[in-house]
């Protein structure tokens, strides 16, 4: 096995978890926000969505899923279109709101098969180029890879859990 494979194993575990945050909610539920300023379900699942997104394609030399597959249109949300949700005020948490849970998948399912499209063309070797400069030391693809990874399963972690909370209070 190599790196590549297992980056996809982990996106894939990261899909896996996306996909059970989400299901069976509805938009309300989705929008809940259980203290009134968290972070909801929705608005973490979409933001560590489209941070994938992002730096897989800026790493990739693609387009995002998010504007190259039409899901900017489709979410239709009050932000810019470039808005990762990194820096957020509790304005911009609520404007993320989704209609159709099934929509967050399907975006997250786009996001991650570019993903997975992007790690099948690597090697080894790819993962120590120097990927963004702005920073002491320059971050390479490896470590650019991994930070996804972590944010990704750190915001899933939380969806899950909130989405534990919702499920108690509505029981």
Do not use: C
Not at 104 to 118: C, I, M, N, P
């Amino acid at each position: 096995m190599n790196g590549s494979d297992l980056l996809a194993d982990a996106f894939g575990r990261i899909r896996d978890e996306v996909r059970d945050a989400v299901a069976g909610l509805d938009a309300q539920q989705l929008a809940i926000r259980v203290d009134g300023t968290s972070n909801s379900v929705g608005w973490l699942v979409w933001h560590l969505t489209r941070v994938q997104d992002d730096h897989v394609a800026d790493v990739a030399g693609l387009e995002q899923v998010w504007t190259a597959g039409g899901f900017a249109d489709r979410f239709a949300l009050s932000l810019p279109a470039a808005s990762i949700g990194y820096g957020h005020t509790t304005e911009e948490v609520d404007a993320v709101r989704v209609a159709d849970p099934a929509l967050l998948v399907d975006y997250h399912e786009a996001v991650h098969d570019q993903t997975v499209r992007y790690l099948a063309k690597i090697t080894d070797g790819d993962f120590d180029r120097v990927v963004d400069e702005r920073w002491e030391p320059p971050v390479t693809l490896g470590v650019r890879l991994i930070s996804v990874v972590s944010d990704d399963l750190q915001h899933v972690g939380q969806a899950a859990f909130l989405r534990g909370i919702i499920e108690r209070r509505q029981s």
